[in-house]
């Protein structure tokens, strides 16, 4: 927000709102990174197995660190280079819109909240979520 100097909150909700997606891109991201993770683990147990002689478990965590820090540092550099390239091709168009539809500070709390559950590995959260968002839908539709 800093950097394209935006106050207002119709600009501010729809860069969150094109942010969405990168909630669930990263909440897959830390399932990979999961799994990379027992993967460390497995090898410290077997590593734990063979006796203390063989073990170096110093070089296992700077391994898993390093790992852990490359793919966060590719994925947000991928990540924010798409999101401001993706900004500069539709912001104009997309500011006008958000513009004329009276967003407040509290639709940027529920598209905050939305990020949150799109995150989340639990799919009943996001299946409550959905359905709740299209009753709100429903019931605006036909009051």
Not at 10 to 26: H, K, S, Y
Not at 58 to 87: D, K, Y
Not at 129 to 138: C, E, I, P
């Amino acid at each position: 927000m800093r950097v394209s100097a935006l106050h207002d909150p119709g600009q501010i909700a729809a860069v969150m709102l094109l942010t969405l997606p990168l909630a669930r891109i990263f909440g897959k991201l830390e399932t990979s990174q999961r799994v990379l993770a027992n993967s460390f683990y497995n090898r410290l147990l077997k590593w734990s197995r063979q006796g203390p002689g063989k073990m170096r478990p110093g070089r296992l965590i700077l391994e898993s660190m390093t790992v852990q820090f490359a793919l966060n540092a590719i994925g947000f550099a991928l990540a924010l280079g798409a999101l401001l390239a993706l900004l500069s091709l539709v912001s104009g168009k997309l500011f006008a819109a958000f513009q004329g539809l009276g967003v407040g500070f509290a639709h940027m709390w529920i598209l905050g909240s939305l990020g949150a559950v799109l995150s989340l590995r639990y799919r009943p959260a996001q299946t409550t979520l959905a359905a709740g968002a299209a009753l709100l839908a429903l019931a605006a539709m036909f009051s």
